[in-house]
């Protein structure tokens, strides 16, 4: 067996939420198994805060207020609204249009966005 075979896969590479901390994958699961939509908010907010660039100093222990702008106030640009647009469609199964995200503008408008779209596809499934 060579030592590249014998490497493990990066958990990343097998779980998208692997690197984030076991409260926002079992709020994940948590919603996968019954549709509690507290639990979509939990993870919406930390896939936010992962993309939030490494220039903005946010406090862990701060929550995001719903009021904050992705933009202006987290510093989100294109390519990081992008990038968490990618990941919440790889990670729900929607698709997500470039005019629906565009009057997206604000955490709360996100995380109420995101219900929505999931409730239309008719999510969960497991």
Do not use: C, W
């Not at 640009?77 to 990670?91: G, N």
């Amino acid at each position: 067996m060579s030592p590249l075979s014998a490497s493990p896969v990066p958990r990343r590479a097998t779980d998208p939420l692997g690197k984030f901390p076991e409260s926002v994958r079992s709020a994940y699961l948590r919603y996968r198994e019954s549709g509690d939509v507290a639990a979509v908010d939990v993870v919406v907010l930390a896939v936010v805060r992962d993309y939030v660039p490494k220039t903005i100093l946010l406090p862990a222990e701060n929550p995001l207020p719903d009021h904050a702008r992705l933009m202006a106030d987290l510093g989100f640009d294109s390519l990081a609204i992008s990038e968490t647009v990618f990941f919440l469609e790889d990670l729900f199964k929607v698709r997500i249009t470039n005019a629906e995200i565009m009057e997206v503008r604000t955490v709360g408008e996100l995380r109420a966005f995101v219900r929505r779209k999931l409730s239309a596809t008719g999510q969960p499934k497991a």
